[in-house]
Antibody
Framework: QVTLKESGPGILQPSQTLSLTCTFS??????????VGWIRQPSGKGLEWLAN???????YYNPSLKNRLTISKDTSNNQAFLKITNVDTADTATYYC??????????????WGQGVMVTVSS | DTVLTQSPALAVSPGERVSISCRAS??????MHWYQQKPGQQPKLLIY???NLASGVPARFSGSGSGTDFTLTIDPVEADDTATYFC????????FGGGTKLELK
């Protein structure tokens, strides 16, 4: 059974760095073709893809946010991470992590976490 | 960026057939996927690679299209299908459509 769960600080101030953790089970990020992605959703709005990391440590970022994002993983502890630097109120959103089924082509998000709400406020 | 355009909202009666469209600003081959999101829940995969039904998804849902024009069809619509539906492409970077909110009359 595949599960993912996000965790984060809840609230932080503008200009700080947001650190998010995705803890998952039921698969391994060392398995060929596997990946984890991060997606966010401001309240009442659409989904925005942020970044993906793959089993071979390949990384891809949303070009519009690339300078502020860092994705990483800890394979032995089944975790993936996302850092967003210099946050502002526009980064207030629910953040999701999702597994990428990539052994087949094309890749897609097949399992999602429940999401974690992050508020940026002074 | 590959922009995906969806109609903002649709209203249909239970038992009817509904088609939700997604148009890409450039060709994405068959690298299009569809998700359902109910209020307060995370998105759920419905269709992958344009026309493949995800595991456990009722056969009332189907997908079609290639290139720039894609369609998610629900036939027949049930009350439980009230949700927002998002398309997403993985051909050129990864982007989501703005979502189509499906309401039942």
């Amino acid at each position: 059974q595949v599960t993912l769960k996000e965790s984060g600080p809840g609230i932080l101030q503008p200009s700080q760095t947001l650190s998010l953790t995705c803890t998952f089970s039921g698969f391994s990020l060392s398995t060929y073709g596997m990946g984890v992605g991060w997606i966010r959703q401001p309240s009442g709005k659409g989904l925005e893809w942020l970044a993906n990391i793959w089993w071979d440590d390949d990384k891809y970022y949303n070009p519009s946010l690339k300078n502020r994002l860092t994705i990483s993983k800890d394979t032995s502890n089944n975790q993936a991470f996302l850092k967003i630097t210099n946050v502002d109120t526009a980064d207030t959103a629910t953040y999701y992590c999702a597994r990428i089924e990539g052994e087949g082509i094309p890749p897609y998000f097949d399992y999602w976490g429940q999401g974690v709400m992050v508020t940026v406020s002074s | 960026d590959t922009v995906l355009t969806q109609s903002p909202a649709l209203a249909v009666s239970p038992g009817e057939r509904v088609s939700i469209s997604c148009r890409a600003s450039e060709g994405v081959n068959s690298y299009m996927h569809w998700y359902q999101q109910k209020p307060g829940q995370q998105p759920k995969l419905l269709i992958y690679k344009a026309s493949n039904l995800a595991s456990g998804v009722p056969a009332r849902f189907s997908g079609s299209g290639s290139g720039t024009d894609f369609t998610l069809t629900i036939d027949p619509v049930e009350a439980d299908d009230t949700a927002t539906y998002f398309c997403q492409q993985s051909w050129n970077e990864w982007t989501f459509g703005g979502g189509t909110k499906l309401e039942l009359k």
